[in-house]
């Protein structure tokens, strides 16, 4: 086994104790907010990039995408023409995935919006367009660790449909169901399997829409849907290769004030996760090391942030054990 292979599985393996172990995060909120200006972040990659956009809330401004990394932002032009771009996903070879638009028109109210939004693919530094047939707004909203799949929702005349698209074969798969008024896939694993989140209104009169969470499989076509009791709304987002997901659950705290809360686990194992004195934290991705990227307020402030496992002191020591045998094993044999 050569020097980098090694270095590869310990990682491996302190992705899968961090993950396994981790009781709390060390949370990073990332620089740049303020001044009318957030950031939003929705997707992390094995080697810690992360991606989202800057927005400013300005009237008639535009939305920048970037990848962060290591305390670096790089800012993401988009394709030829484009005004206004924001990253949502990237995979772990550094395929990333978004939208894009070209003009902002007004709305009918004197209010600049963006005009037609297209999807993006960013590969190996070139740039090119998914949309949906017909579409006027596509938006690509995750990507498989190895740039295979794009998920993503695209509405036609008013009608929302999530979608994931084969690269491989540019064939798209439309994963709503009969009543699904807004199907948005986001994460999707190496194996096919796609998080997501649906809204169904109701047919009779005094009862609140459904807002379910759902997991797709691409090999089968099974959709299973996830609804959890306390909470009015649930949105599953991203999906390591363990299994583990990351979202978000909507509803009220104990003295009757809107929440939503950070949600990590499986659909009959989870826990929850808020930023200490916010009342609004959501969780868009994770990779398989557990870092967790999400979003939260405070106030009228909208933050982005990356978390990071807190490992336990044996998982500690168990990881510097390691460390000192690759290095004692590289001076061994010389490599």
Excluded: H, K
Aim: glycine share 16%; net charge negative; proline share 5%.
């Amino acid at each position: 086994m050569n020097l980098n292979l090694r270095r590869w599985a310990l990682c491996a393996l302190l992705g899968a104790t961090l993950s396994a172990s981790a009781t709390e995060y060390t949370i990073t909120t990332l620089p740049g907010t303020g001044g009318g200006q957030s950031l939003q972040a929705f997707g992390v990659n094995n080697a810690g990039q992360v991606v989202g956009s800057i927005n400013n809330s300005a009237p008639g401004s535009t939305q920048q995408a970037y990848v962060w990394q290591a305390g670096a932002f790089t800012l993401l032009s988009g394709p030829s023409g484009a005004l206004g771009t924001s990253a949502l996903g990237i995979a772990n070879n550094g395929v990333v995935v978004g939208s894009y638009y070209t003009a902002l028109v007004d709305d009918g109210s004197g209010t600049l919006v963006p005009d037609t939004v297209r999807g993006f693919v960013l590969d190996a530094g070139t740039y090119s367009t998914v949309e949906v047939p017909g579409a006027d707004f596509t938006q690509l909203r995750g990507v498989s660790p190895d740039g295979r799949w794009v998920s993503g929702y695209a509405t036609t005349a008013g009608v929302n449909q999530g979608f994931v698209f084969d690269r491989s074969t540019s064939a798209f798969t439309f994963l709503g169901v009969a009543g699904s008024q807004f199907p948005l896939p986001q994460g999707i694993s190496g194996s096919g399997v796609v998080t997501g989140s649906d809204i169904f209104l109701p047919s009779g009169g005094g009862v609140p829409p459904q807002r379910p969470a759902f997991l797709f499989d691409l090999a089968t076509g099974t959709r299973t849907d996830y609804n959890f009791p306390g909470w009015t709304r649930a949105a599953f987002r991203d999906i390591d290769e363990s299994g583990q997901i990351v979202g978000w659950l909507s509803g009220v705290d104990s003295a009757g004030m809107p929440l939503t809360t950070g949600f990590i686990g499986t659909p009959t194992s989870w826990t929850t996760l808020a930023v200490a004195g916010s009342n609004n934290t959501t969780l868009q991705g994770n990779n398989d090391f557990g870092w967790i990227v999400g979003n939260y307020a405070l106030g009228t402030e909208f933050y982005a942030f990356v978390g990071v496992p807190v490992p336990e002191p044996a998982t500690a020591l168990l990881l510097s054990a390691g460390v000192a045998l690759l290095l004692l094993r590289t001076q061994r044999r010389g490599t």
